[in-house]
């Protein structure tokens, strides 16, 4: 069972409107978590990056929360634009070995 | 160069051939990894060098995989015998320091391999 659990598998929006993308987590211990957006045909790029003392990061329309309790993290997307149009892949950091567990990723697709 | 390059951008080979996939990586980065790409998944980890040593090779699924950083930088991915389950994105990243705390990850654009 993969440690990284994204939902929800796909989504479309409508250009302008907000989304939350999904990250759940059984990783123990904890070290930090990062999101990433994939374009078609290009390697993920790294958006935020997350430790455990850390709840909220923004990085200009894009918006992660971290609740280290529940093990869950979300990805908010704020007046989608159509280049938002990617997948978004959750990865996970484990504090013994500093393995790096990715999820499947969101396919979000914005459009006009 | 800026990024992490790889080549070639896609490759089509015949079951049983074998291929060679390369990766530059970000000038001076230490570290490096290979990653294997599914159709619709996520990254799946296959190895990992810290200079020209390997130091994980847990990820690659046989010992028909085999990889290389001999000096450290430039690396090549070598599938042997290449298999239709073989078919997927190999993608190349670095990162300046050694080891794996999920410091930035910089990926190529990876090579496409399909096989027949």
């Known amino acids: 069972k993969n440690q990284v659990e994204q939902s929800p598998q796909s989504l479309i929006i409508l250009e302008g409107k907000n989304c939350t993308l999904q990250c759940n987590y059984t990783v123990s211990p904890f070290s930090n978590l990062r999101w990433y957006k994939q374009d078609t045909g290009r390697g993920p790029v790294s958006l935020t990056i997350?430790?455990?003392?850390?709840n909220t990061k923004s990085n200009g329309r894009y918006t992660a929360t971290l609740d280290a309790d529940t093990k869950q993290s979300s990805l908010h997307i704020t007046a989608s634009q159509l280049s938002d149009s990617a997948s978004y892949i959750c990865v996970v950091s484990a504090g013994n070995n500093n393995d790096m567990r990715f999820g499947a990723g969101t396919r979000l697709t914005v459009k006009p | 160069g800026a990024g992490v390059s790889q080549s070639p951008r896609y490759k089509v080979a015949k079951r049983g051939q074998d291929v060679a996939l390369r990766c530059d990586p970000i000038s001076g980065h230490v570290s490096l990894f290979w990653y294997q790409q599914a159709l619709g998944q996520g990254p799946e980890f296959l190895t990992y060098f810290q200079n020209e040593a390997q130091l994980d090779k847990s990820g690659l699924p046989s010992d028909r995989f085999f990889a290389e950083r001999p000096e450290g930088s430039v690396s090549t991915l070598k599938i042997q015998r290449t298999q239709q389950e073989d078919s997927a994105v190999y993608l190349c990243?670095?990162?300046?320091?050694?080891?794996?705390?999920?410091?930035?990850?910089?990926f190529g654009s990876g090579t496409q391999l399909s096989v027949l």
């Open positions: 990243a670095s990162t300046r320091t050694p080891g794996r705390n999920n410091e930035k990850l910089f």
């Open positions: 997350m430790t455990f003392s850390e």
